[in-house]
């Protein structure tokens, strides 16, 4: 995995450029709930929209995250040489692909931020979806870090452009009590289901 500093940089680079795009292109509106999380580890799980999601929700979090990309992306030498300067590493989306969750453990036992979608795919629609296994996997085994909701709204008008919301939670955690008498596989997606409940609460106001 490339170096938190080279990450650091190159999303800091990407900021400059890719915020004011997207304010400007996509009219986007932006809220934080208070209080911000603190530095890692922590976890920020968000719904699923478009492809414009990862930079759009990664870069506004403000600070240097990692992130799961479907392995597709990583065909093109230079599209993978990118993506993993950017924090980016692939993801077999068919299967339970335990060589990204291990990577992912190691960067939250290091004190890391990662980003993750715990719907597994992008949706038609804004409603959330159940999450998958995959997160209540990385909960359980990384001891319970907070995780960041984040809840995004996109609307795509006739002649129009698309124009997005996006609402940043308050840190929390879940009370690891609660699922301890599940045996693993019901754990995990008990565990997922909580996380994507907690983002499919979230409202604009």
């Given at each position: ?65 990692y992130y799961m990309a479907k392995k597709e992306l990583f065909k093109n030498p230079l599209a993978a040489a990118i993506l993993k300067a950017v924090g980016s ?117």
């Open positions: 995995m490339i170096s938190k500093h080279v990450v650091t940089f190159t999303q800091n680079l990407a900021r400059l450029i890719l915020i004011p795009f997207f304010f400007i292109v996509f009219r986007m509106k932006l809220a934080y709930t208070r209080p911000r999380w603190r530095q890692g580890p922590v976890i920020v799980a968000s719904n699923h929209r478009t492809v414009y999601d990862p930079p759009m929700i990664g870069v506004l979090s403000f600070q240097t995250f590493f692939p993801v077999n989306r068919a299967v339970f692909d335990m060589k990204s969750l291990t990577a992912m453990q190691q960067i939250l036992k290091n004190k890391g931020c990662v980003f993750l979608f715990p719907e597994g795919t992008r949706s038609r629609d804004d409603d959330v979806r159940p999450g998958k296994p995959g997160i209540g996997f990385l909960l359980d085994s990384t001891g319970y870090p907070p995780v960041v909701p984040v809840r995004l709204w996109t609307e795509k008008r006739k002649g129009k452009r698309r124009s997005f919301r996006i609402l940043y939670g308050g840190a929390f955690c879940i009370n690891k009590n609660h699922f301890q008498k599940l045996d693993e596989k019901e754990r995990y997606k008990a565990l997922g289901r909580a996380v994507t409940d907690v983002i499919g609460a979230m409202t604009w106001k």
